[in-house]
């Protein structure tokens, strides 16, 4: 089992930054994957960005492309997600995903990863 906690959410005008941490308890796998997920009230949860350890390759949602970064810490335990020109549209619940052999075909999609962490809230406003 891969324990995963996130940190850094919160309230950030529009305009603003954040920065997300995620550590995992153990590496989930050398062939799997790392990264977030969001989910705002009423919605489904969507991919924001991946890094893949084979690779080591980041991959963005088309909505945060430009304006997200996904990094990771050097045992592959940490991913973080630098978030800057946040929109309102934004705001939601943030969740740390892990795979232990995701493909590829499945980097985008939650159903590719095995452990989720609790969520941190980011909300965007004034």
Avoid: H
């Avoid at 796998?29 to 790392?34: L, N, Q």
């Amino acid at each position: 089992q891969v324990q995963l906690v996130e940190s850094g959410g919160g309230l950030v005008q529009p305009g603003g930054s954040l920065r997300l941490s995620c550590t995992a308890s153990r590496r989930a796998g050398s062939s799997g994957a790392m990264g977030w997920f969001r989910q705002a009230p009423g919605k489904e949860r969507e991919f924001v960005a991946a890094i893949r350890w084979n690779n080591n390759r980041p991959y963005y949602s088309d909505s945060v492309k430009g304006r997200f970064v996904i990094s990771s810490g050097n045992a592959r335990t940490t991913v973080y997600l630098q978030m800057n020109s946040l929109k309102s549209e934004d705001t939601a619940a943030y969740y740390c995903a892990a795979g232990s052999g995701t493909i590829l075909s499945m980097t985008s999609n939650p159903r590719g990863y095995d452990y989720w962490g609790q969520g941190t809230q980011v909300t965007v406003d004034y």
